[in-house]
T-cell receptor, first 113, second 114 residues
């Protein structure tokens, strides 16, 4: 089954403790991206990747890192999480770019205390 | 960032009514996508519109892309409770020099009651 898998689905942690949210897709997609969704602010793009080893900043990249060492994986790293990063995070992928259908994961709800 | 304004923000209607939601921008997009998101899930693509003036139909849903490719609308005929959800429009920046980001509107939250 074609899917985008995020882990964990839920995480409660404390300020400053490094964490990684994994994202994996099995559709051989080139374009992958991360979003955060907050009430009143909608979906905002954090980082995107056009292909392996190619990443670029979205609208809200501060406090986040990403890597794209393999085509299927696009982890989101919070080196020193802070409470303002409490949010619902989505990973998405598409065949080649932003103008093609995006396939979203089911989301990761992060709470930073 | 190319802003997409969606209206209305919230809409509550009864089953059988018709409705239209709008997605407007001052920027030109090469394409616009519409998604529906249900609680606890990621957005799911409904349709992509590419050509100015294009109209696409998906059962009771009709999508239109403005002639100037800056705006779009979604019309639902005879709404059903299963249409309840958050409707999002998204435009890609590849028509400009802003890279390959995808910008979403804040969404229209639709509640259809029996």
């Amino acid at each position: 089954e074609a899917q985008v898998t995020q882990n964990p689905r839920y995480l409660i942690t404390v300020t400053g403790k490094k964490l990684t949210v994994t994202c994996s897709q099995n559709m051989n997609h080139e374009y992958m991206s991360w979003y955060r969704q907050d009430p009143g602010l909608g979906l905002r793009q954090i980082y995107y990747s056009m292909n392996v080893e190619v990443t670029d900043k979205g609208d809200v990249p501060e406090g986040y890192k990403v890597s794209r060492k393999e085509k299927r994986n696009f982890p989101l790293i919070l080196e020193s999480p802070s409470p303002n990063q409490t949010s619902l995070y989505f990973c998405a992928s598409s065949f080649q770019g932003p103008n093609q259908p995006q396939h979203f994961g089911d989301g990761t709800r992060l709470s930073i205390l | 960032t190319q802003l997409l304004e969606q209206s209305p923000q919230f809409l509550s209607i009864q089953e059988g009514e018709n409705l239209t939601v709008y997605c407007n921008s001052s920027s030109v997009f090469s394409s616009l996508q519409w998604y529906r998101q249900e609680p606890g899930e990621g957005p799911v693509l409904l349709v992509t519109v590419v050509t100015g003036g294009e109209v696409k139909k998906l059962k009771r849903l009709t999508f239109q892309f403005g002639d100037a490719r800056k705006d779009s609308s979604l019309h639902i005929t005879a709404a059903q409770t299963g249409d309840t959800g958050l409707y999002l429009c998204a435009g890609d920046s590849s028509y400009s020099n802003s890279g390959y980001a995808l910008n979403f509107g804040k969404g229209t939250s639709l509640l259809v009651t029996p």
